[in-house]
């Protein structure tokens, strides 16, 4: 029951940053985003990455290895827009 639990909540923080991802990518504007927010956070989602791959923790990985590629174009696109 907790593995669907953890599932779960994994599938609703990583889909949240899809609209986030979208937005960007059409508008190419990142003005409202905060560059050390977004590198502080992209290196911490990266950490529980591997954190989830040395507990062999599914959830933990899949959702983590989903929300870096998100996190990871938005944080790029703002370095490339700035």
């Known amino acids: ?45 990266f950490l529980w990455l591997l954190y989830g791959i040395s507990r062999n923790d599914f959830p933990v990985i899949i959702a983590n290895a989903i929300t870096f590629v998100f996190a990871g174009t938005i944080l790029s696109m703002k370095i490339k827009y700035k």
Do not use: C, D
């Not at 923080?13 to 977004?38: D, H, W």
């Open 1 to 45: 029951m907790m593995e669907y639990i953890g599932l779960l909540a994994a599938m609703l923080t990583t889909v949240s940053f899809l609209p986030q991802a979208v937005k960007v990518i059409k508008e190419k504007n990142t003005s409202g985003i905060s560059l050390g927010m977004y590198s502080m956070f992209t290196i911490g989602v």
